[in-house]
């Protein structure tokens, strides 16, 4: 069973804690996933199970809980159970702990905020319902990277007639024109308004590859 001390003790511990690790640059969204740990400072570590939406689930504690400054207590060994509710939003972490099920904590909510420093490293601090005082508390187990990346466009559909070329920048030879409803993929991402498109029935030119050609697209091509 661990002890919670008074909120002196616990700025106290906040001072002397270590540097924050960076955040990871490459992922801006998570969720939690699976089974867990929270684990507190000074209060029980909870045994966590998230749901699949990563924004609600069930914890579980035999470590008891006790306060020096107030005489709410749960003797160790008995089993407190609550519902989590709350998650990650983007890499800030906001959640609560309702206690259905957990002696004299029974109906209190304790609130959680936090930061996902990087998927190792998930912390911040917490308020007890029970009696407003606070602690700092990390995660253990696993968060997942949800970022959405937008999916390239992959063809194109030409609405207006327009002149195509065997280089691009206004720099090419004209070698045909395409013409409205037309589709063409797109060999690779477009540059300053140019395109290189494919399934051109033209022969070979010098540094263009055979079936392609460069197009002007802004005004004549939609993509998809």
């Not at 990650?88 to 996902?116: K, N, P």
């Not at 911040?124 to 508390?137: E, I, P, S, T």
């Not at 007639?161 to 037309?182: C, H, V």
Request: glycine share 14%.
């Amino acid at each position: 069973m661990k002890t919670i001390f008074a909120a002196a003790a616990l700025t106290a511990a906040a001072c002397v804690s270590g540097p924050v690790a960076t955040a990871a640059p490459d992922c801006q969204s998570y969720k939690f996933t699976g089974m867990g740990n929270i684990i507190e400072d000074y209060g029980p570590d909870l045994f966590t199970g998230w749901n699949a939406d990563g924004r609600s689930g069930r914890v579980n504690t035999r470590d008891g809980y006790y306060s020096m400054n107030t005489p709410d207590r749960v003797p160790e060994g008995y089993s407190m159970n609550g519902n989590i509710k709350g998650g990650i939003d983007g890499r800030h972490v906001h959640f609560f702990v309702t206690w259905d099920d957990a002696g004299v904590l029974t109906g209190t909510t304790d609130e959680f905020y936090g930061q996902v420093e990087s998927e190792t490293d998930i912390r911040g601090d917490l308020r007890r319902g029970v009696n407003g005082q606070g602690d700092l508390w990390h995660w253990q187990g696993a968060v997942k990277c949800v970022d959405t990346a937008s999916a390239a466009p992959k063809e194109a559909t030409v609405v207006a007639a327009t002149d195509i070329y065997d280089k691009p920048d206004g720099k090419g030879q004209k070698i045909g024109t395409l013409n409205p409803g037309e589709v063409h993929p797109l060999m690779e991402p477009c540059r300053d308004d140019w395109c290189r498109v494919g399934q051109i029935e033209l022969g070979g030119y010098d540094g263009l590859p055979n079936g392609t050609a460069w197009v002007y697209a802004k005004g004549y091509l939609t993509f998809s």
